[in-house]
C-alpha cells in the first residue's frame, strides 16, 4: 500500500473498490452477451438448414451452460443494494432469449409456427 492510500478515508477507499468492481461486472456481463449472441450464428450454421440429433444436444450442452452462467450472474445482481439494475434488466433479458432459443429448438413449438419464427427471424422462404 502506498503511503498516498493510508492518507485516504476509509469510505473513499471502499468506494473506489465498490466503482471497479462494478466495472469489472458489466465487463463479465457483457462477454457473457457477446457469447450468448454467438449462439444465434452456430444455430444458423447447425440448425436452421437442418438439425441432426447430435447438434441438438450439442445446442442442449451450449444453452445449459450459458444458463448457468447467467444464474451466476443473476446471483450477484440480486444481491440487495446492487447499484447497477439496467445491468441486472439485461442479464434478465439475455436469459429470457436463451429460455426462447430452447423452446425454439427442443420445445413442444408446432412445425408450421416453427417455420413462421425462421422465415421472420432469418428471411427464409
Not at 461486472?25 to 457473457?32: N, P
Not at 447430435?54 to 452462467?69: F, P, R, S, T, W
Amino acid at each position: 500500500m502506498s503511503a498516498d492510500a493510508t492518507l485516504e478515508s476509509p469510505v473513499r477507499l471502499v468506494g473506489g473498490l465498490r466503482e471497479r468492481l462494478q466495472r469489472q461486472f458489466k465487463l463479465q456481463v457483457a462477454d457473457w452477451q457477446d457469447t450468448c449472441r454467438e449462439l444465434a450464428g452456430w444455430e444458423d450454421r447447425n440448425l436452421v438448414e437442418g438439425s441432426s440429433p447430435e447438434k441438438l444436444a450439442e445446442h442442449a450442452v451450449l444453452i445449459d451452460e450459458l444458463e448457468q452462467v447467467g444464474r451466476w450472474l443473476t446471483a450477484t445482481a440480486n444481491q440487495p443494494g446492487f447499484p447497477d439494475k439496467a445491468t441486472t434488466e439485461q442479464i434478465g433479458r439475455t436469459l429470457r432469449d436463451l429460455q426462447d432459443a430452447r423452446a425454439m429448438w427442443h420445445g413442444q413449438i408446432q412445425e408450421d409456427l416453427r417455420r413462421e419464427i425462421l422465415r421472420d427471424c432469418f428471411h427464409e422462404s
